[in-house]
């Protein structure tokens, strides 16, 4: 099976734009979980997806946003960017859901100027 | 709030040498999980353990879920330079929703 995959690999965005990730699950999973990656945060959960509904939350702003697509991809989006959203996003699938076996894509490097 | 404590925070080993690292916490856990990253790459997962003290190996790694379910152990056998990487435990806990945290890593150096 094919894993996760992740577009961008990477993106440089200015302060205050938007930016739209896109995350593909390995087939048939129908969860996807979304993490911000940062030196001084570590792994942080944003948000979980299962069958085209938010399942879980973390403790992010309103400007992170994600959803979900019938085929199980993915997409997270961040408006009005600032200087400290940039860091690495990470995808994971699995089948069950957020804590479970997941499998991480390769993650999207956000650097924000 | 929760938070998973990982020690040691970096170890610097000799090629061959057995490896030791632990995952503590306050907090009681249902599920235990460790993942490796590679640099530039996204964790991937070694070990998934669900039952307190269950003992999982997969190769040269092995893992034990604490009898308290408070903390994990990762042990490596005979490391190889190829074990250098950032490891990772994340605990699941079960509230009105499956909530994952992540430990802040330990990053192992393998010397030849």
């Known amino acids: 099976k094919a894993g996760v995959t992740q577009t961008p690999r990477y993106l440089i965005k200015t302060r205050g734009q938007q930016v739209t990730l896109s995350c593909s699950p390995i087939?048939?999973?129908?969860?996807v979980s979304w993490y911000q990656q940062t030196p001084g945060q570590g792994l942080q959960f944003l948000f979980e997806?299962?069958?085209?509904?938010?399942?879980n939350k973390g403790n992010f702003p309103g400007r992170f946003s994600g959803r979900q697509f019938s085929n199980s991809r993915s997409e997270m989006n961040v408006s009005t960017l600032e200087l400290g959203d940039s860091a690495l996003y990470l995808c994971?699938?699995?089948?069950?859901?957020?804590?479970?076996?997941?499998?991480f894509g390769p993650g999207t490097r956000l650097t924000v100027t | 709030g929760q938070q998973l404590n990982q020690s040691p925070q970096s170890m610097f080993i000799q090629e061959g040498e057995d490896v030791s690292m632990n995952c503590t916490s306050s907090?009681?856990?249902?599920?235990w999980l460790w993942y490796k990253q590679d640099p530039g790459e996204g964790p991937v997962l070694l070990i998934a353990l669900y039952k307190a003290g269950e003992l999982t190996s997969n190769g040269r790694l092995t893992a034990q879920f604490g009898i308290t379910r408070k903390d994990s152990f990762l042990n490596i056998s005979a490391s190889i330079p190829s074990d250098v990487g950032i490891y990772f435990c994340a605990g699941l806990m079960k509230t009105s929703y499956d909530k994952v945290i992540f430990g802040p890593g330990t990053s192992l150096s393998v010397i030849p």
């Open positions: 907090s009681i856990f249902n599920t």
């Open positions: 994971a699938s699995s089948e069950v859901g957020t804590g479970y076996e997941q499998y």
């Open positions: 997806y299962f069958s085209e509904t938010q399942r």
């Open positions: 087939s048939g999973h129908r969860s």
